[in-house]
């Protein structure tokens, strides 16, 4: 007998409940339609830049191989081969590969969650405009001679003013800094996002393997990429103020680069890589017709890769004189991250091989298939180029650049291309062709590996990376030839799929292809610009085939919130580990202060590369306004009271504490700042163990006396106190206490006082910062505070003027509890700051 | 009870509790990685002695091995001491989850650690 299904919301639904949730979540028309925010509308926006960006790289790296097919040739000049393939890299890596994945979690992860959107829809968009903005202006700089020539690793000390003078590596470094938190913002979004916005009853097992690889891929983001934000930010300093972090003969060394450098950078390949898989993870039991084999252990996969990859970044740098045994643990670790990937690829061999039927044969199962066979011989060579031997021997050599391209372009490439054909129905009016997409695979397969399989023996007969051109009579020119007609033969399939994509993507929110595949996962269920018309209730891993009526019940608004009863857009915000409804998100919808705050964030960073100063800084601050107006839209307050969302369960309407987006949101910033904090920490301590000799006392100025760095604590702690102090006097709804502002005031000033205290102590010893590395790292930390505490007076002010516009009381404290977070975290980083650079010369002198 | 009644009462996971819980195995790992790499190249550089760099790395090694068997061996218990809920949906699923990673990182440390048996601290590398 069947079970008895209990539904939501049983009786049939108001007459003009649909109407109003349409209109709620209406898209702006004409030209305000760049300030829509529906994930929908710029998740294909971000995925279409992320493409171009593709193509665009895609070309460069076929003018390389077009130089390369013969010997001496002269087709494009050295200086500009090396800015093609310091921009190739760069762009294929900064601007497609992390952004087109995030492009795919905005896009993807709210329709397979059932959310109405991602939590900070805003947030979202100018993420994207911030990118679009910054990227564009970065690659153009390949066409007047202005772009970077490092590598996309930038190697000090080729990158220094000295041998790199110029604007073009501060392109590089401020471009790429600031696309950094651009993405960075993207993470923070996926995580709240995640783990707030699930369907009620989707528990953490429940997720899509889709939902937990983003899950990992942003929690990665915010532990790897502050490194090299800190990396770009000592150059950039370095090159423009000659603070010498990367100089060996005032104590810095090149290498610390590399440490920073690579530890984001392999972590960015699995960034890359687990995404993909996890859309592997989605496509394989959709055309199996069965669920994956080993859902719990490709979780542990993702989580142990996730981890593990944080622990190979020194095998990038075997052959810089490390001591051998440390050269063993990470070998060590390089070989054993290649268990978890294991277990996903026998993961998808086993559901292939236990099809309910036969495995249907389509244009995305052709791609995924493709990427098995490819990821699998990168994955190989990778534990290959694990060996300190074999390493020493192709470091550095073409052999590298076929693993590295097997490993990318197999891992991430393909099964992007595989999401293209099996998702694109849901955002287009038409499905691609198979026909031609079947032409796409085996135009790409096959001129993949005719161009990259070859340059495993180019490498291991000597051909190192990165030349110009080389010499007639080494035997390097029957492998380069085949090279070069295999990347004309990848680049016509592209081509191809350009074509297609032309003929037969149109996109639309409300009158899709449908769902081609039978698939079982949410986001196959029908959606308008609100995506679901209800919040469907969740009970298994694949909900639509376990009730195909799912759609038809969705659609009838039989499931949670089936209108828009605050009459504005919302979602539901469930709990992280149970997904129970905790209370309903009101989010905001088009708008133009995230555009404005992007646009000119953007232009503050590009103008300072250029030395224009005074105007970037103009741009900065009509940045910050705009984020400022953006803030003050965003606390609705608790005016709207509770609504009924269905099942008799009725949920606030806003909410402030460790329950609230907002608090979570911040949470995951400050994880961000703390990574960043850490990279310096490390840095400090890399750089006295490198050249303790310039530390003081002995080889600087002496620290200044105990009463600085405990004057400075007692600032810190003053202000801390007043900052709790204020949460206690918090007023009800509508009360007035008049001793909030000055409060406020107060703590901000305490933090100010702190860190001018910090840095004048220092200056009156004579200490400074172009002296040497120890000069250098001591006034860094102030940069660092620097940051945190500008951005604390800035919410310590918007505070005090919620207050004054009675905006803010003991109830409606969002405003209050974001100063807050961010204070404590300012003043724990400062006090920790104020132990290592006062307490440890101390101790180790 | 209905799993729809189910929603209507709070939720008892903690997901501090829950995340530390699942991936208590590979931060000891990272713990382990990074003491071991930190202390090897400390010592290493500063005070040249690889006598004390082995003894350092033998020491974390078999005290993080020790650590996380008991974790595998009494999985429960551990997950009693962080407050991990019975009640939480699919609890089993956790515990295969957290089961599965310790394991992992269990190999990954002695892996790493086998590094101490079979080169010498402090050596160049070229």
């Known amino acids: 007998m069947n079970e008895v299904r209990e539904l939501p919301n049983e009786a049939p639904r108001p007459a003009n409940e649909l109407e109003e949730l349409e209109r709620a979540w209406k898209l702006p028309t004409g030209f305000r339609l760049i300030t829509a925010v529906n994930n929908q509308v710029i998740g294909i926006l971000y995925i279409g830049i992320a493409f171009l960006f593709f193509l665009l790289a895609g070309v460069l790296g076929v003018i390389m191989r077009t130089q390369l097919a013969v010997p001496e040739n002269d087709l494009v000049s050295q200086d500009l081969f090396n800015q093609i393939f310091t921009v190739h890299g760069t762009t294929m890596m900064f601007l497609f590969a992390v952004p087109a994945m995030e492009a795919l979690g905005v896009l993807l992860l709210p329709q397979m969650l059932a959310a109405r959107d991602l939590p900070f829809p805003r947030l979202s968009a100018f993420a994207i405009w911030a990118y679009i903005v910054g990227g564009l202006v970065f690659f153009s700089t390949i066409f007047y001679d202005l772009a970077p020539k490092g590598g996309w690793f930038m190697y000090p000390p080729l990158t220094l003013k000295e041998y790199s003078p110029g604007d073009n590596a501060d392109f590089w470094l401020l471009g790429i800094g600031f696309i950094e938190i651009s993405a960075i913002a993207g993470a923070i979004e996926i995580i709240v996002g995640v783990l707030r916005t699930r369907p009620p009853g989707m528990s953490l097992t429940r997720m899509p393997i889709f939902a937990w690889a983003m899950l990992i891929f942003a929690a990665m983001i915010m532990i790897a990429f502050p490194a090299v934000i800190l990396a770009t930010m000592l150059l950039e300093i370095e090159r423009s103020f000659g603070w010498p972090f990367f100089t060996a003969d005032k104590g810095g060394d090149p290498l610390l680069w590399q440490h920073l450098f690579w530890f984001f950078g392999h972590p960015e390949v699995y960034i890359i890589f687990l995404p993909a898989a996890g859309l592997v993870s989605m496509i394989v039991p959709a055309m199996a017709r069965r669920p994956l084999v080993g859902y719990r252990l490709i979780v542990v996969a993702l989580i142990g890769t996730g981890f593990f990859s944080f622990g190979l970044w020194v095998h990038h740098m075997f052959t810089t004189g490390i001591p051998a045994l440390s050269l063993g643990f990470f070998s060590a670790a390089s070989m054993a991250v290649a268990i978890p990937s294991g277990i996903q690829v026998f993961s998808w061999i086993a559901t292939i091989a236990s099809s309910k039927e036969r495995f249907r044969i389509t244009t995305p199962s052709l791609f995924v298939l493709g990427f098995l066979f490819i990821f699998t011989v990168g994955g190989v060579t990778g534990v290959m180029v694990a060996l300190v031997p074999l390493d020493f021997q192709v470091h550095d050599t073409y052999f590298v650049v076929a693993h590295f391209h097997y490993v990318l372009i197999g891992g991430m490439v393909f099964p992007l291309f595989a999401t293209f054909y099996y998702w694109i129905p849901m955002v287009s009016r038409k499905m691609l062709s198979e026909r031609l997409g079947r032409w796409v695979f085996w135009l790409m397969f096959i001129g993949f590996n005719v161009t990259f399989f070859p340059m495993h023996i180019t490498g291991l007969i000597g051909m190192p990376r990165r030349v110009w051109t080389y010499p007639d009579g080494l035997g390097w020119n029957t492998l380069n030839m085949v090279s070069t007609v295999g990347s004309y033969i990848l680049a016509a399939g592209v081509a191809l799929f350009v074509i297609d994509l032309f003929l037969r993507f149109r996109p639309t929110m409300e009158n899709n292809a449908g769902d081609p595949w039978r698939a079982g996962t949410l986001e196959w269920l029908p959606t308008g610009a609100y995506s679901a018309r209800s919040i469907p209730f969740v009970t298994s891993r694949e909900p639509l085939w376990d009730n195909p009526n799912l759609g038809t019940e969705v659609e009838e608004g039989r499931h949670f919130l089936p209108g828009a009863p605050t009459g504005e857009r919302e979602t539901i915000v469930t709990s992280p580990v149970d997904a129970k409804p905790q209370y309903i998100i009101r989010m905001p919808g088009p708008g133009w202060a995230h555009l404005v705050a992007a646009v000119f964030m953007a232009a503050a960073f590009l103008l300072l590369t250029v030395k224009l100063v005074t105007i970037a800084l103009i741009c900065a601050v009509i940045s910050i306004a705009a984020c400022i107006v953006w803030g003050w839209q965003l606390d609705h307050g608790p005016g709207k009271g509770e609504v009924d969302i269905g099942a008799g369960i009725k949920l606030p309407t806003y909410m402030a504490g460790p329950r609230s987006h907002a608090w979570w949101a911040m949470a995951v910033l400050i994880l961000v700042a703390s990574s960043l904090y850490i990279a310096y920490v490390f840095s400090y301590l890399y750089l006295w163990v490198v050249s303790p000799e310039v530390w003081a006392p002995h080889g600087s100025p002496d620290l200044p006396g105990f009463g600085w760095p405990l004057g400075t604590a007692l600032l810190l702690i003053a202000g801390t106190g007043s900052m709790v102090l204020v949460r206690r006097m918090l007023p009800a709804p509508g009360g007035r206490e008049p001793a909030i502002p000055p409060m406020l005031a107060l703590a901000a000033g305490c933090l100010l006082a702190a860190f001018l205290a910090e840095v004048w102590g220092h200056w009156m010893t004579g200490l400074r910062p172009a002296q040497n590395s120890y000069g250098a790292m001591v006034y860094m930390a102030s940069v660092l505070n620097f940051q945190v505490v500008f951005a604390c007076v800035v919410l310590a002010g918007f505070a005090i003027a919620r207050y004054l516009t009675g905006k803010l009381d003991a109830e409606r404290r969002v405003g209050y509890e974001n100063a807050a977070l961010l204070y404590y975290y300012a003043a724990g980083q400062m006090l920790l700051g104020l132990v290592l650079v006062h307490g440890f010369p101390r101790l180790a002198g | ?126």
Request: some cysteine.
């Open chain 2, 1 to 126: 009870m209905t799993k729809l009644d189910d929603m209507r009462r709070p939720d008892r996971g903690n997901m501090l509790a829950v995340l530390l819980f699942i991936t208590a195995g590979p931060l000891l790992w990272g713990l382990h990685l990074t003491i071991v790499y930190m202390a090897h190249t400390a010592v290493c550089a500063l005070a040249a002695s690889p006598g004390a760099a082995t003894a350092i790395l033998a020491i974390v090694t078999v005290a993080l091995a020790v650590l996380l068997m008991l974790i595998l061996l009494d999985q429960q218990r551990f997950a009693r001491l962080l407050k991990v809920s019975q009640e939480i949906a699919e609890r089993g699923s956790y515990d295969r989850i957290a089961f599965f990673l310790t394991l992992l990182s269990l190999a990954g440390i002695l892996w790493s650690g086998l590094a101490v048996t079979i080169l010498s601290s402090c050596a160049p590398g070229r």
